[in-house]
């Protein structure tokens, strides 16, 4: 019975896309040179069932954008352009709520690695070298326009997948503040490792140890708003981003809970080896587009804490300091306020009722009892 309901599901899934199929794709070509855009705007109505508007610049392409009763459903864009590039028009485009997620293919004679890159990291849904042939053309248009296609099915059905996930998630329920473990990282440990980690580091009086903390924004708005497995999926997102670009650091790190990992850096150079914010978010931002997740989602970073100190307790305050670093930084994303986060701040910031501590004396004692160095040992 069961294969029976897959098999219907796949048959209607399949009806689905096929009517889909049918909406005319609304197509942007941005290229400056004219033979290009003759020959797509005569071709690719052939080959799919589009309409194609034409840009000579990314000037032109803006005002094409702002005219238009509806957004392009798919866009071409070339990269040596006089004045604004095709990636820095993507860079653009990607900032536009009606944008961040319409499908972009780079269709340029810049083959070299640097360029493919910043194209990909800057949100290229793919990339076409010239000269090209228009079957490959046609065959990376279809998946543009599938792509679309899915994304409006999912939309249409957001109860079903809504009430699929409930069930899935129903066994996997946490609280905010519980600190997950996140399973297949080489350098994550989980809670309570990390916190033996941190106590033996302060047993060996490792003087050049440092401390940075990365929190998601608005996490906990976005717990109350997600299902369950949808935010473990984003910490687990976060902590792969974290372990991909912070290999030079030769860092430690785990997740605390609410929103926030910890890392753990030896010695100022590797510390400086650590991503920035702004690195650190691009590489968040391509891993959610890879699986075709809203790419909307940014973490905060803290400046690194120094961890000097001759006492576990004094460690503990370091790791504190960081979240609440990180917190001051969430605030100030949250308020549009430019913050340099390596600058160390010139006062500390007010600690809020200590709610970070209270949160690992709680976990701590629930899974310890009185049994943990927090009673001074």
């Not at 509806?70 to 990607?94: N, S, V, W």
């Not at 792509?147 to 946490?174: G, H, P, V, Y």
Request: charged share 25%; hydrophobic share 40%.
């Amino acid at each position: 019975m069961r294969h029976s309901t897959l098999d219907n599901d796949r048959f209607q899934r399949k009806l689905d896309l096929q009517a889909l199929r049918q909406v005319t794709l609304n197509v942007l070509v941005v290229d400056d040179e004219p033979s290009i855009l003759e020959l797509l705007q005569s071709a690719l109505p052939e080959l799919e069932n589009c309409n194609v508007s034409v840009a000579d610049s990314a000037a032109a392409a803006l005002k094409k954008i702002q005219a238009a009763e509806a957004p392009f459903d798919c866009l071409l864009l070339d990269i040596q352009m006089p004045g604004t590039t095709g990636i820095e028009l993507l860079k653009q485009l990607r900032k536009t709520p009606d944008y961040m997620d319409t499908p972009v293919i780079m269709l340029t004679a810049m083959a070299d690695h640097s360029h493919i890159e910043q194209a990909f990291l800057e949100g290229a849904f793919d990339y076409i070298t010239k000269p090209f042939d228009f079957f490959e053309l046609r065959s990376r248009m279809n998946a543009a326009h599938v792509l679309m296609m899915e994304r409006i099915r999912a939309k249409t059905s957001t109860a079903s997948i809504r009430n699929l996930r409930e069930k899935l998630d129903f066994n996997q329920q946490f609280n905010f503040e519980d600190p997950l473990s996140i399973e297949g990282l080489e350098r994550c440990l989980r809670y309570v490792e990390f916190d033996n980690y941190v106590d033996q580091l302060s047993r060996g009086r490792r003087f050049d140890t440092w401390v940075t903390a990365v929190k998601l924004q608005g996490a906990e708005y976005r717990f109350d708003m997600s299902d369950f497995g949808m935010f473990r999926r984003v910490i687990s997102d976060i902590g792969k981003c974290i372990e991909k670009t912070s290999k030079k650091a030769n860092a430690v790190f785990s997740y605390r809970g609410s929103g926030t990992f910890l890392v753990v850096t030896h010695g100022r150079n590797r510390t400086n080896q650590l991503p920035t914010e702004e690195v650190l978010n691009r590489k968040l931002r391509m891993v959610l587009s890879s699986r075709l997740t809203s790419s909307h989602l940014k973490v905060a970073m803290s400046p690194p804490v120094s961890m000097r100190s001759f006492s576990k307790s004094g460690a503990i305050s370091a790791l504190n300091l960081a979240c609440e670093k990180v917190n001051g930084r969430e605030r100030a994303m949250t308020k549009s306020v430019t913050v340099q986060s390596h600058v160390r701040p010139k006062e500390e910031p007010v600690r809020e009722e200590h709610m970070t501590a209270r949160l690992y004396d709680t976990v701590l004692r629930e899974l310890y009892g009185d049994n943990t160095y927090l009673n001074g040992k």
